[in-house]
């Protein structure tokens, strides 16, 4: 015999504890909406307020790059290089070490054979620092009144974006490690047969920080040193010294 035919149908009961998850996962949701507009908010803002000068004639990039200081391109390239890729590097270490540790407590054999994950991410930061060391060679003091040329502003804008280039590669390759890394070392933990497989995949995204380097140091292959004007009298001078200056 069937009961309750002419029941209405129930339904799913709700708790306070059902309502309270509902909502703090509408909270969530509505946290990570807000956070992710007000990242992109702030430079969005300064891109259009520099499209709106530069369209309206109020900024004038040639005017500012010829009026800048040489010096302040090539240490800004070298503080790029060298942060960029240190940041990367940190980066990094965090996820892998994280999981390395994390996947360590069940399975502690995985603790010695992952710790190369951490010295790939190492390695990026190396990449930096050579660079660093590299272009800071260049950087000899010239005074102001002879140091607006050609030459001077090449050597600059070529220490600028080589190392721009050398900092966000780093970064990528690190990020790239780091992940890898962390995947490996939990991979590991459940399969050791695994391990290898993976470490491959991580071998190649450390090369990425080496393609970067490489780029670098061709970017700056035709800069010159850093090095005064030559002034009309320092070659009537030069002239007179020897009969084969020009």
């Known amino acids: 015999m069937i009961h309750g035919q002419g029941a209405a149908k129930q339904g799913p009961t709700t708790t306070p504890s059902t309502v309270f998850i509902l909502s703090f ?28 000068l530069i369209f309206t004639g109020r900024f004038d990039i040639g ?3 010829q009026e800048s200081n040489p010096y302040a391109w090539g240490a800004t390239g070298i503080g790029l290089c060298i942060g960029l890729s240190v940041l990367g590097a940190g980066w990094g270490i965090f996820i892998t070490g994280s999981s390395v540790l994390g996947g360590g407590v069940r399975s502690p054999r995985i603790t010695t054979k992952n710790l190369i994950s951490i010295i790939f991410c190492e390695v990026v930061a190396i990449y930096g620092v050579i660079i660093g060391i590299v272009y800071s060679g260049k950087l000899a003091y010239v005074p102001d009144d002879v140091l607006y040329t050609r030459s001077n502003y090449f050597t600059g804008f070529a220490l600028f974006w080589g190392g721009l280039t050398v900092g966000v590669c780093n970064l990528l390759c690190g990020i790239c490690v780091g992940v890898t890394g962390s995947t490996a070392a939990l991979a590991d933990a459940a399969d050791p047969d695994l391990f290898v497989k993976i470490l491959v995949v991580e071998v190649f995204g450390s090369i990425l920080g080496l393609f970067g380097l490489i780029v670098g140091l061709l970017m700056t292959g035709n800069a010159s040193d850093f090095q005064a004007a030559v002034t009309p009298v320092a070659n009537i001078a030069r002239s007179f010294a020897s009969p084969f200056a020009y």
Request: hydrophobic share 40%; proline share 6%.
């Open 25 to 52: 996962d509408t909270l969530t949701h509505s946290m990570g909406y807000y956070y992710s507009y007000s990242y992109a908010l702030p430079p969005t803002l300064l891109t259009l307020l520099l499209i709106y």
């Open 63 to 65: 005017l500012f790059l």
